[in-house]
């Protein structure tokens, strides 16, 4: 697998994934099963053990990440984020066992590289520059403002 790879099927779930006004994203229990290539159904039958006294240990892993019980489970309507989405890669990447998946590896590998760059970014206070296009736009609508 490739991140070639990893892109498309990121291409293929983009309607399922969705941003805040702070920038928080969030996935459909879906779009992180096929980011993990791990069953749906299986994916959610593993964090409605939320509330049980014998938790999966997916769940443990998020609990020790700071998630709340009753949050995740309401995932399923709400969407799972981004910093759980995060979790769960490296969970089926590194920690599932049998239940491993290469696709999760190199899904977990291509986001920790963007999330170092966007750390480093962000820690010395780096915009995005404006496009030539985005710059036309702002001219255009200081003018006809």
Not at 69 to 82: F, K, R, T, V
Not at 87 to 107: D, P, S, V
Request: aromatic share 6%.
């Amino acid at each position: 697998m490739s991140q070639i790879e990893i892109a498309e099927i990121i291409e293929q779930i983009k309607q399922e994934i969705q941003i805040d006004a702070n920038g928080q994203g969030k996935a459909s229990v879906r779009a992180a099963a096929r980011l993990a290539n791990v069953n749906d159904a299986g994916l959610l039958r593993s964090l409605k053990t939320a509330a049980d006294i014998s938790r999966s240990k997916l769940v443990e892993r998020l609990i020790y990440k700071g998630f709340e019980g009753a949050e995740i489970l309401s995932w399923s309507e709400s969407g799972i984020p981004d910093v759980a989405v995060a979790t769960i890669l490296h969970y089926y990447g590194y920690e599932a066992g049998k239940r491993c998946t290469t696709q999760a590896k190199f899904a977990c590998q291509a986001f920790e590289s963007i999330g170092v760059r966007a750390w480093i970014q962000d820690l010395l206070g780096w915009t995005k520059p404006a496009t030539s296009t985005e710059t036309a736009m702002t001219q255009i609508q200081l003018l006809a403002g």
